[in-house]
């Protein structure tokens, strides 16, 4: 059994930092590509930023700059770090990943997300 647990998620001021983490455990083999969601009140979830298992990075033209996906493959945990944070990114963060358990074939998992609110 395969989970991801996020953490990190806050309330804070317009221009303030957060840092969210996103830890994978369970009968883990590999784990592929790993990315952050957000789901904004009222509105569809959207692409954050993605990071591959070499460490190549994609990013959702809002965050560009002021957002950094990183990975620890060691620990099996990709981080978020945002910065410049404004009102727009208020959201639910979910962590996602592609990990082949042992035994089996790849499947893509969600953590519960975490609650990210800027405001003043």
């Known amino acids: 059994q395969v989970q991801l647990v996020e953490s990190g998620g806050g309330l804070v001021q317009p221009g303030g930092s957060l840092r969210l983490s996103c830890a994978a455990s369970?009968?883990?083999?590999?784990?592929?590509?790993m990315g952050w969601y957000r789901q904004p009140p009222g509105k569809e979830r959207e692409l954050v930023a993605r990071?591959?298992?070499?460490?190549?990075?994609k990013y959702a033209d809002s965050v560009k700059g002021r957002f950094t996906i990183s990975r620890d493959s060691a620990k099996n945990t990709v981080y978020l770090q945002m910065n410049s944070l404004k009102p727009e990114d208020t959201a639910i963060y979910y962590c996602?990943?592609?990990?082949?358990?042992?035994?089996?074939?790849?499947?893509?998992?969600w953590g519960q997300g975490t609650q990210v609110t800027v405001s003043s």
């Open positions: 996602n990943a592609f990990i082949m358990p042992m035994s089996s074939t790849v499947h893509s998992y």
């Open positions: 369970g009968n883990i083999f590999r784990i592929n590509d």
């Open positions: 990071i591959t298992d070499s460490g190549s990075t």
